[in-house]
């Protein structure tokens, strides 16, 4: 069982910036590939951002040049780095990660970018 709990979120204007954090409840050396997504109202979930073990990383195209993922093996911990935020980013944005043939979720955490 991983327990994944995410914070960092809130209130920002656009243009501004937030900084995600995750943490894992057991090591995530191991775990092949870490990610965060988010699900705006009425809209499916949708994968922002992945990194792998070896530490490369992809990101959706509405994200790419805007926010930054990284990985802590240390701290067990997945960080999601967001700027030049935009209206459009508002959501409740999830860490995930695939371990042992099961899928687990974070609780959420909400992002809201103000005009």
């Known amino acids: 069982q991983v327990q994944l709990v995410e914070s960092g979120g809130g209130l920002v204007q656009a243009g501004g910036s937030l900084r995600l954090s995750c943490a894992a409840s057991?090591?995530?050396?191991?775990?092949?590939?870490m990610g965060w997504y988010r699900q705006a109202p009425g809209k499916q979930r949708e994968l922002v951002a992945a990194?792998?073990?070896?530490?490369?990383?992809i990101y959706a195209d509405s994200v790419q040049g805007r926010f930054s993922i990284s990985r802590d093996n240390f701290k067990n911990a997945v960080a999601l780095q967001m700027n030049s935020l935009e209206p459009e980013d508002t959501a409740v944005y999830y860490c995930?990660?695939?371990?042992?043939?099961?899928?687990?979720w974070g609780q959420g955490t909400q992002v809201t970018v103000s005009s």
């Open positions: 057991t090591s995530i050396f191991n775990f092949n590939q």
């Open positions: 995930n990660v695939d371990y042992r043939g099961t899928t687990f």
């Open positions: 990194i792998r073990k070896i530490g490369s990383s």
